[in-house]
């Protein structure tokens, strides 16, 4: 199965030309990010939405959002490191959200 994305509207490259870049890889993009999903979906976005992560967060793959590098890095390599180009990770511990720092 596809892996699905979800791109946020600030991000750069923009939306559309992500979402090009995914679909040709074979990955799905959703949309909007739904309260309630089947799936977890891969987040990508950037600090300047920080303010909408907690309630990206709720859909996300392992609880993180991920940087534009992870497609961009990804599609050249024809690999995706799900450990690498995190933005931001929910806390184990807490329920807040703490800067990755790698």
């Not at 799936?39 to 959002?65: D, M, P, Q, T």
Request: hydrophobic share 35%; net charge negative.
């Amino acid at each position: 199965s596809s892996l699905v994305f979800y791109v946020s509207p600030s991000t750069k490259p923009d939306r559309e030309t992500l979402t090009h870049l995914i679909e040709a890889s074979g990955g799905k993009v959703l949309l909007e990010n739904k309260s309630k999903l089947e799936h977890e979906v891969i987040v990508i976005s950037c600090l300047e939405e920080s303010k909408s992560f907690e309630g990206l967060l709720k859909n996300a793959y392992g609880k993180r959002i991920y940087q534009p590098e992870l497609v961009l890095t990804g599609i050249l390599q024809q690999s995706l490191n799900l450990d690498s180009f995190i933005l931001f990770q929910e806390n184990e511990h807490n329920s807040s959200i703490q800067p990755r720092s790698d």
